[in-house]
């Protein structure tokens, strides 16, 4: 049997040599150049999620804002509703994201969970938004949950609702006020 040889078997072998030392050299390069974080990009937006319907009516527990922008808000309204207005990095848009995001807020014993499009909140704020809707707790302590998740260019913003399952119809209707009220500006 005659084979063809190529005729510089060593030249071929010097020359991709040389095209791995250049690639490799250009992955260092390219590694050594600090990709922009998240921070980094979302830092310049201001916006804000503001609830009208709700100044004034309830009672702060906690305000913060960290480094990367994020920012939370815990309030009380009545001694019986538990309010969270969130500003957090974006997830991606679907509703297994948006459960995740949820689920890692640290409710437990989750049930009943039923999330979907929010077309009224999208509308009104013209960025897509989910209602999730779910039990948390058991027994006495079973709480009833509204939230709504908004997904904006920069931001996510999560405003959370929990109230005692013996008094959530008595306070759906403020609830539901709260929602209507949205409004998204921007501070810059």
Request: proline letters at 5%; charged letters at 20%.
């Amino acid at each position: 049997m005659n084979r063809k040889r190529w005729p510089s078997s060593a030249a071929a072998l010097v020359l991709c040599f040389f095209l791995l030392a250049g690639c490799r050299s250009a992955q260092v390069t390219a590694e050594a150049t600090p990709s922009p974080t998240v921070g980094d990009i979302l830092a310049p937006s201001n916006l804000t999620l503001s609830v009208p319907a709700l100044e004034g009516m309830a009672d702060k527990i906690l305000e913060k804002s960290n480094p990367d922008g994020t920012s939370q808000k815990i309030l009380l309204y009545d001694a019986t509703v538990g309010i969270t207005i969130s500003r957090v990095i974006p997830v991606g848009f679907s509703e297994d994201a948006v459960f995740a995001q949820i689920i890692d807020t640290g409710s437990t014993n989750v049930s009943d969970l039923v999330i979907a499009q929010d077309d009224a909140v999208s509308a009104a704020l013209t960025y897509p938004a989910w209602r999730v809707t779910y039990l948390t707790g058991e027994n006495e302590d079973t709480r009833q949950n509204t939230d709504i998740y908004i997904q904006t260019d920069a931001w996510d913003f999560y405003f959370h609702t929990d109230v005692p399952i013996d008094n959530a119809k008595d306070y759906s209707a403020v609830i539901e006020s709260w929602i209507a009220s949205f409004t998204l500006t921007d501070a810059e």
